[in-house]
Each structure stands twice: as structure tokens, then as C-alpha cells.
């Protein structure tokens, strides 16, 4: 454990004791969710339950949320699922943003903007 005052909550804020205890429970279960077998099926259950729970929390369809496994990922999922649509990046956003931004390595369909 870490002493001091923490400041850097944009970067990531401290894990609540009752997340940390569902985290663990969850992760005793041992099963591939994609798997058919007893396992996997009980595995995919839970994800199923977890993705209802936060579709329910954040007034969405099941079928909306899609779990990844960091922010990079959902930056990217995000900008590269909507391609042919219009949208707008600024110049202050996450390095993982911009990597999705137009520029040599960039998506030509993004638009970066340097003011609003
Ligand atoms: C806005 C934003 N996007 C993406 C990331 C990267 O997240 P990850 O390390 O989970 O890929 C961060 C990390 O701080 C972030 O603040």
C-alpha cells in the first residue's frame, strides 16, 4: 500500500473495497466465456450478468456495452467503429486518441481541432 496524499485521478483513482471483492470473487471462477463446456458457460454468465448490471446502470441495451480490456482499446474501438461518420478530436486528448487522429500514422477520417 502507498502512503501520501494521491492526486492523479486522471490517470486512474483508487479501487473501491466493494469492486476489489467482486474483481476476486469473479475471478475464482475459472472458465473461458467463449467455451461450451460447464466452465465456459458459467464463465459467460457472469459477463452476460456484468453487462446487463451496466447497461441497466447507464440506461443502455445489453447488446450496446462492449467490454474491453483497457482505454486504449475502447479509444481505438470507438474511433475505428464509426468509420465513415464525421468526427471531431482535440488536440489535448490522449496520446491513444490521437494515434487514431489524422496525421502519417492517423485515420484520414478523423478531423483534428485545435480549438472549439
Ligand atoms: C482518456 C484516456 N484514454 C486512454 C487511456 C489509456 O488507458 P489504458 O492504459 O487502459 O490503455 C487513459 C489512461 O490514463 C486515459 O486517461
Not at 447507464?58 to 462492449?66: D, I, K, L, S, T
Not at 482505454?71 to 467503429?81: D, F, K, P, S, V
Request: proline share 5%.
Amino acid at each position: 500500500m502507498t502512503t501520501g496524499l494521491y492526486l492523479d485521478h486522471n490517470a486512474t483513482s483508487p479501487l473501491r473495497p466493494e469492486a476489489a471483492a467482486a474483481m476476486q470473487a469473479a475471478m475464482a471462477i475459472t472458465g473461458n466465456g467463449s467455451s461450451v463446456h460447464r466452465h465456459g458457460r458459467v464463465a459467460r454468465r457472469q459477463i452476460e450478468d456484468a453487462r446487463e448490471q451496466v447497461a441497466l446502470l447507464v440506461g443502455a441495451e445489453p447488446g450496446e456495452v462492449v467490454f474491453t480490456g483497457s482505454g486504449t482499446e475502447a479509444n481505438a474501438l470507438a474511433l475505428h467503429g464509426c468509420a465513415g461518420r464525421r468526427r471531431l478530436v482535440s488536440a489535448i486528448e490522449h496520446a491513444s486518441v490521437l494515434q487514431n487522429a489524422p496525421g502519417p500514422s492517423g485515420c484520414p477520417w478523423t478531423k483534428q481541432v485545435s480549438s472549439v
